[in-house]
């Protein structure tokens, strides 16, 4: 298993969208996680076989040790950059005025962060090779982001742990020295059928697809 800190001013974890709002939700699905794997690779988006077999070859858990605030920024996107607001389509990328099948030249958007939250991850490796992804966490082949490209990766700590599940590893690994002071700490684990959100994705069309089934629960922590 690796165990990864989410220690960022900003993050944002890729909600579905509804018109000109775009949502995240509270941890980060695993398409988040695969592109983060992916930059640390070093895998373009081009190769989209090993990213999606990236995203195939393993399991995680997450737990909250510091929840952020959630805010909102307004931004007027210009639809005509496909690089900004495009989706890519039968071998090429189509504009933002494409996809939305509209005339208009700039548009307003809403998007939703988590400001300030800390989450512990742990990734259980099921079909790929634990070690070259954890040297490539420790020495990224590119920049690093959580969820956009306004929202920096800080430290990662990737380290090498060694549990029988994700509960138990999310119960026995240490909070984090900055998380908050209360007793019970949600987590996330992939899996059960407590709810399913739209956290995969097809890294071909790139576009998200197919459910991801979460079990949600808490943990009981004392803060050091």
């Known amino acids: 298993m690796i165990k990864l800190t ?16 775009g949502n995240t939700f509270q941890f980060p ?12 690779l070093g895998y373009g988006r081009s190769e989209y076989q090993k990213l999606q077999q990236l995203q195939d070859g ?3 858990g997450v737990r909250e040790d510091r929840p952020g605030e959630l805010i909102e920024d307004y931004q007027t996107v210009d639809l005509k950059t496909p690089w900004m607001t495009g989706v890519w389509k039968e071998g090429r990328y189509r504009t933002g005025s ?6 208009k030249r ?9 400001a300030d939250a800390i989450y512990t991850v742990v990734l259980q490796p099921r079909g790929i090779d634990e070690a070259p992804v954890l040297a490539a966490l420790k020495a990224p082949n590119w920049p690093l982001y959580i969820g956009r490209k306004s929202c920096g990766a800080g430290p990662l700590r990737p380290t090498r742990i060694e549990h ?12 984090h020295p900055a998380a908050e002071m209360k007793n019970q700490y949600r987590i996330w684990v992939e899996g059960g059928d407590d709810r399913s959100i739209y956290g995969h994705r097809d890294w071909e069309s790139r576009i998200h697809a197919g459910k991801q ?12």
Do not use: C, N
Request: no cysteine; charged share 25%; proline share 6%.
């Open 6 to 21: 989410l220690d960022a001013p900003l993050m944002s974890f890729g909600g579905p969208a509804v018109d000109q709002v």
């Open 29 to 40: 699905p695993k398409s988040m996680l695969t592109g983060l794997l992916g930059a640390s």
């Open 98 to 103: 494409e996809v939305r099948e509209t005339k």
């Open 106 to 114: 700039r548009e307003i958007l809403h998007k939703e962060y988590i």
């Open 213 to 224: 089934w979460i079990r949600e629960d808490t943990v009981s922590k004392t803060p050091s």
């Open 58 to 60: 393993f399991t995680y």
């Open 164 to 175: 029988d599940s994700l509960s138990e590893a999310l119960t026995a690994t240490d909070l």
